[in-house]
């Protein structure tokens, strides 16, 4: 369903002003429980996903054969990816629900974060089918896995990124949130 262009003015006039509040350098003196535990999870995130592209740019600077890429970044990948899945379910299913009932003005921004997760799901679908080519292309000839390897960096670097806006987005929604509900 199409948003209401009305109800997102205000979804964005109230969020916005809310983060004029609570600006992201204030976050971390003195955090709310539920805060707190919302930047954890996220900082974890993002320390994975770090991880990740560094790889892909030790592969890009010719001091990773995709081959080794490829055997490093599955079980990176795949942990993380199963970890957001699990945290993308917590959010659509619990807290988004949640947040909708007590602030029903910033329905259209929880719109828009549950979208993300699922376009983000998009990108984890691309990088993992190029993780599983370049699998494959290394285990065989070898021959396709320099090819094979660009393709699975350029969707991996996708996901990272898609991966890093809506973490900052879905912060600066929901942390001054938190926070005014201490
Ligand atoms: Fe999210
Ligand atoms: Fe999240």
Same mark, same amino acid.
């Given at each position: 369903?199409? *948003?209401?262009? #009305?109800? %997102? &003015?205000? $979804? !964005?006039?109230?969020?916005?002003?809310?983060?004029? @509040?609570?600006?992201?350098?204030?976050?971390?003196?003195?955090?709310?429980?539920?805060?707190?535990?919302?930047?954890?999870?996220?900082?974890?995130?993002?320390?994975?996903?770090?991880?990740?592209?560094?790889?892909?740019?030790?592969?890009?600077?010719?001091?990773? *054969?995709?081959? #080794?890429? %490829? &055997?490093? $970044? !599955?079980?990176?990948?795949?942990?993380?990816?199963? @970890?957001?899945?699990?945290?993308?379910?917590?959010?659509?299913?619990?807290?988004?629900?949640?947040?909708?009932?007590?602030?029903?003005?910033?329905?259209?921004?929880?719109?828009?974060?549950?979208?993300?997760?699922?376009?983000?799901?998009?990108?984890?679908?691309? *990088?993992?089918?190029?993780? %599983?080519?370049?699998? !494959?292309?290394?285990?065989?000839?070898?021959?396709?896995?320099?090819?094979?390897?660009?393709?699975?960096?350029?969707?991996?670097?996708?996901?990272?990124?898609?991966?890093?806006?809506?973490?900052?987005?879905?912060?600066?929604?929901?942390?001054?949130?938190?926070?005014?509900?201490?």
């Amino acid at each position: 369903m199409d *948003a209401d262009p #009305e109800q %997102a &003015v205000v $979804s !964005a006039r109230e969020a916005r002003a809310r983060l004029e @509040r609570h600006p992201r350098s204030s976050w971390r003196h003195d955090p709310t429980h539920g805060a707190r535990f919302w930047l954890e999870i996220h900082d974890g995130f993002r320390r994975e996903s770090d991880g990740l592209v560094a790889l892909l740019d030790e592969h890009r600077s010719g001091r990773r *054969a995709a081959g #080794e890429l %490829a &055997v490093i $970044s !599955a079980p990176r990948l795949t942990g993380m990816v199963a @970890r957001l899945r699990n945290h993308h379910e917590i959010e659509d299913f619990e807290y988004f629900p949640a947040f909708r009932a007590l602030e029903p003005k910033l329905a259209p921004g929880f719109d828009a974060l549950a979208s993300d997760h699922a376009q983000l799901q998009h990108h984890v679908d691309d *990088a993992l089918g190029a993780l %599983a080519e370049l699998l !494959a292309a290394a285990a065989n000839d070898g021959a396709a896995a320099p090819r094979v390897g660009d393709s699975y960096a350029s969707r991996a670097d996708d996901l990272c990124r898609a991966l890093a806006r809506h973490l900052d987005d879905e912060e600066d929604l929901i942390i001054p949130l938190l926070l005014e509900r201490r």
